[in-house]
């Protein structure tokens, strides 16, 4: 079916609340008008339904200024890269080239199929968002662990550890990510089959006590992802050594939510202090009430990174010396604010909540609240720097905010 553009501009315009479209209406239709008249129509080519997804492209946060380079990324912009058992997609620095410390993807396997058994030399973090999954990896010590994984579930692997995965529900889908932007480069991942395939035939008879036309069958390439049927076998416990501290897996069972101070939605952190082996790559699941606000913060030890799993928001990055950038985000965007870049991020729907994932390359969370920080100032220096009056200033709250009801 083919749409027109009125239409699409009503079918966009449905799904924005109406207090962001009295805002913002010329932006909301796909044309950089602002309500002062300032901007005018496109009248060469554009993509509608990308000017839809992106009015602050259009100029509509008139805050904006500077050159500041492009911080977000679509999945639905990179390469789908198809195999028997699922598929793959990534994001590399080479999409997002500020993105220096986190790589990401969506993997997807079907019942049975198996990422193949690998290891890489950065580490990998891992979250369930569809279906069932198995992870069994082995460590330098020959402790081992499998254990299934549901929906909300987290695993790591550190660099070095071997591992694979297999989908146990009929359609199963997570998110991967790698302490490293540069993640495609070569000798980043090593494969089991493709090792085998380039090892004399003598050697790896010796190595294994094996007669060598038993590998004579390895897959040549190696096959990355591969139908199988579902393994048989019990998952381990406490006695593989690989439990408590030294787990690869976080059951979401085991996050509590953030105390948020009036609400406005849940925050869960998973960092080194409740996930011990998680020592470079920190994380928190923010669940956004609509029309909320996750509060304007920075982060001093790490840049963030982000995945957004539903809803549709905007957020406003700082880069200092007076240039700031505001992008819009959906469902399947990634994005990642430079280290210590002041930022916040808002629902724009009035009826969805806004859920997704932040991650650092670092072993714990770690935010500056800028509210808090100016209550903890004394009052008459705030009010004096900023121009505002001191009884503005009194009443900020002390404590981190977090997130803000809308």
């Known amino acids: 079916m083919k749409f027109s553009k009125l239409s699409l501009v009503s079918l966009a ?21 602002a309500d002062n ?24 946060e008139s805050t904006d200024a500077g050159t500041v380079p492009n911080l977000k990324w679509s999945f639905s912009q990179s390469k789908t890269r198809l195999f028997p058992g699922g598929w793959i997609r990534e994001q590399v620095v080479t999409d997002i080239p500020a993105s220096t410390d986190i790589a990401g993807a969506q993997q997807h396997l079907k019942k049975g199929a198996l990422r193949e058994l690998h290891w890489h030399r950065v580490a990998e973090w891992g979250y369930v968002y569809a279906g069932e999954v198995l992870v069994s990896a082995v460590d330098e010590n020959g402790d081992y662990q499998v254990d299934r994984l549901q929906v909300g579930d987290i695993w790591y692997f550190p ?24 993640f495609d480069a070569i000798g980043t991942t090593f494969m089991v089959d493709d090792w085998i395939t380039h090892t004399p035939a003598e050697v790896l008879a ?9 590998f004579t069958t390895v897959p040549a390439p190696d096959p990355y992802i591969l139908n199988g049927t579902v393994t048989t076998a019990n998952d381990t416990g406490a006695a593989s050594g690989l439990f408590g501290n030294s787990s690869y897996v976080f059951h979401d069972s085991a996050a509590a939510n953030v105390p948020v101070p009036g609400g406005g939605g849940t925050l869960k952190i998973i960092d080194s202090r409740n996930f011990p082996i998680a020592t470079t ?18 982060h001093p ?101 977090v997130l803000i009801k809308g």
Request: hydrophobic share 40%; charged share 15%; proline share 4%.
């Open 13 to 33: 315009v449905a799904s924005v609340s109406g207090k962001a479209l009295n805002k913002r209406s010329g932006f909301s239709q796909g044309e950089p008008i």
């Open 37 to 60: 008249g300032n901007g005018g129509p496109i009248l060469g080519g554009t993509n509608l339904q990308l000017d839809l997804q992106n009015p602050d492209n259009l100029g509509a």
């Open 159 to 182: 660099k070095g550890s071997a591992h694979t995965i297999q989908g146990l529900a009929d359609e199963n889908e997570y998110l991967l990510a790698f302490d490293d932007g540069n």
């Open 206 to 214: 010796k190595n294994f006590g094996v007669n060598a036309s038993v």
């Open 281 to 298: 790559i920190a994380a928190t699941v923010v669940n956004l009430e609509p029309n909320g606000l996750r509060e304007l913060h920075w």
């Open 301 to 401: 030890n790490a840049a963030e990174w982000l995945y957004f799993i539903n809803g549709t928001g905007r957020a406003t990055v700082f880069l200092g010396s007076a240039t700031a950038r505001t992008f819009d985000f959906t469902s399947g965007d990634t994005a990642v604010f430079p280290d210590n870049t002041g930022h916040y991020i808002e629902n724009t729907s009035a009826t969805q909540n806004l859920t997704w994932i932040e991650l650092y390359k670092a072993d714990r969370v770690e935010d500056i609240s800028l509210t808090q920080w100016l209550a903890l100032t004394p009052s008459d220096i705030v009010a004096n720097t900023l121009k505002i009056p001191l009884s503005v200033v009194t009443q900020l709250k002390k404590q981190k905010q």
